[in-house]
């Protein structure tokens, strides 16, 4: 089945810090989504990618589909406290499996 | 509207003892999944259903089995708890009309075997 690798594993950051990750696989996606999970919560979807070299922000975030399709980078710019939480990388297919996820931590 | 919704939220068991977790979903979504997320990791995927009337084993579906009673719900039945089963449970929907359906997550059921 497919794996999908994120690094790093974890940051802890200080608050107004820029943050990037990202998720490879050996697996070739025709989309990338990633999901942040609050401590308690489940996961929801910050951002979807839906073509190879194609950059999509949402507010702080920005997310890049790589050109291989086989990676994806997760950044957030000027880092606040509530960004703490898990970041999972998926590639959906029927089997909709997750990447490990980067632990964040923001000292305010 | 409701979303994905899980039952129970907590649960203790005892090593050896039965249980189903119920989920349903009112999105008229097409696939169901659960995962478990054990403590500091990952979400890993036990079994998943593309669609009503199937199901199909994930990354860990040892000690489970899965019942898509409908549309709407799709159970996570544990036969004979084991202490390695302690985790929290996530249900989670999604229209596969297309590949880039969103996954929506219920809020987890957070089980404990002794």
């Known amino acids: 089945g497919q794996q999908l690798n994120q690094s790093p594993q974890s940051m802890f950051i200080q608050e107004g810090e820029d943050v990037s990750m990202n998720c490879t696989s050996s697996s070739i996606f025709n989309t990338w989504l990633w999901y942040k999970q609050d401590p308690g919560e489940g996961p929801v979807l910050l951002i979807a990618?839906?073509?190879?070299?194609e950059l999509t922000s949402n507010g702080r975030l920005t997310a890049q589909f790589g050109i291989t399709r086989k990676d994806s980078f997760l950044n957030i710019s000027a880092s606040i406290p509530s960004d703490v939480g898990i970041y999972f990388c998926?590639?959906?297919?029927?089997?909709?499996?997750f990447g490990a996820g980067t632990r964040l931590t923001v000292k305010p | 509207n409701a979303g994905v919704t899980q039952t129970p939220k907590f649960q203790v068991l005892k090593t050896g003892q039965s249980m189903t977790l119920q989920c349903a979903q009112d999105?008229?979504?097409?696939?169901m999944y659960w995962y478990r997320q054990d403590p500091g990791m990952g979400l890993r995927l036990i079994y998943y259903?593309?669609?009503?009337?199937?199901?199909d084993k994930g990354e860990v579906p040892n000690g489970y089995n899965v019942s898509r009673l409908n549309k709407r719900e799709f159970s996570l039945r544990l036969e004979s708890a084991a202490p390695s089963q302690t985790s929290v449970y996530f249900c989670?929907?999604?229209?596969?009309?297309?590949?880039?359906?969103?996954?929506?997550f219920g809020e987890g059921s957070r089980l404990t075997v002794l």
């Open positions: 999105m008229n979504h097409n696939s």
């Open positions: 259903s593309a669609s009503e009337g199937t199901t």
């Open positions: 989670a929907s999604r229209e596969v009309q297309f590949w880039n359906g969103e996954l929506f």
């Open positions: 998926a590639g959906p297919r029927d089997d909709m499996r």
């Open positions: 990618l839906y073509k190879a070299g």
